[in-house]
């Protein structure tokens, strides 16, 4: 069955094809929300309402306008958005290292490590930067579908990312130039 065809059912209220579509959507969707968020706790809340809204909403997507995809993020970007205001700038949990090793299949404490170092750069970034990259070089969307699902424009995305790319190397570069200064063995890292 296509989206389309799947939507159509949830309409009408047919638990299967809503089961299909949460199958389909549920990774990507989860990783989005992690890679924003950095909690695992609060990655399973934002997807579940996510799907929520799917199953009460069914009816307002538009598949003329946009993928299925893309009108998901944009739901889990809002949830996103939303919950990031209310925490209103509270640290964020640490990073869980179970879900990072299965989200990016690292079985290397190096690779672990650097995978740490770069998620916590990553959620340094303002919110529009981290956001703009994550859609576009983790969740694999085009310019203009991140645009369509952050409520901005295709220039703005691309400014975002190049501005995310910039900080992100600075940070990094940073950070090694850090723990040169400040040696510690492997198991340590």
């Avoid at 003329?64 to 998901?72: F, Y």
Wanted: charged share 30%; proline share 2%.
């Amino acid at each position: 069955m296509t989206d389309e065809e799947l939507m159509l059912a949830i309409c009408n209220g047919d638990e299967s094809a809503f089961h299909t579509i949460v199958r389909t959507h549920h990774k990507p969707l989860s990783h989005y929300a992690f890679r924003i968020l950095g909690s695992k706790k609060d990655t399973e809340d934002i997807t579940q309402e996510t799907f929520l809204r799917l199953w009460i909403n069914a009816d307002k997507w538009q598949p003329g306008k946009s993928k299925l995809s893309t009108w998901l993020h944009r739901i889990a970007h809002n949830l996103c958005i939303d919950y990031l205001r209310k925490k209103d700038n509270a640290e964020t949990e640490e990073l869980d290292d179970h879900a990072v090793a299965g989200a990016e299949n690292n079985t290397k404490l190096e690779q672990s490590s650097e995978l740490e170092r770069l998620n916590k750069a990553l959620g340094g970034l303002p919110d529009n930067q981290k956001n703009a990259l994550v859609l576009c070089h983790y969740q694999g969307f085009s310019n203009k579908e991140a645009a369509a699902i952050m409520g901005v424009s295709v220039k703005a995305v691309e400014s975002s990312i190049a501005r995310a790319k910039r900080s992100l190397r600075k940070q990094l570069a940073s950070s090694i130039t850090d723990n040169n200064k400040n040696p510690k063995t492997r198991a340590e890292l």
